[in-house]
């Protein structure tokens, strides 16, 4: 299965927040709208010049020391990296949920005041 480690997120995003998420495999390629969309936003994303390029150096010499705000990363960069997108994901999503029951307390708050 590829894209596995983002299926398993929404996943887990969906078990944490009680979702019933239904996903279908769609075609490539078969002329679905949505699929055709999320495969030209892909190109798009690709084509930026957003993309840190970092020419090629071979040295036997070259050492560098991964750090995350100014903390050494003693971990696999692949799985810090991981951790660290799956994190911000979660604190994304929970931000939306905090701000939906924000809304609705200040409704719920602006419905019981009486007009002048």
Known sequence: MKNRSIIN??????KAKD???VLHKVKGHSGNKWNDQADRLAKEGKEKSACLNIPEIVSSNLQAVPKWKNQVIESPLRSFINIITATAYETEWANLSRTVEIVVLNQNVNSDIEPN
């Open 19 to 21: 979702l019933n998420l």
């Open 9 to 14: 997120q929404i996943k887990s995003c969906c």
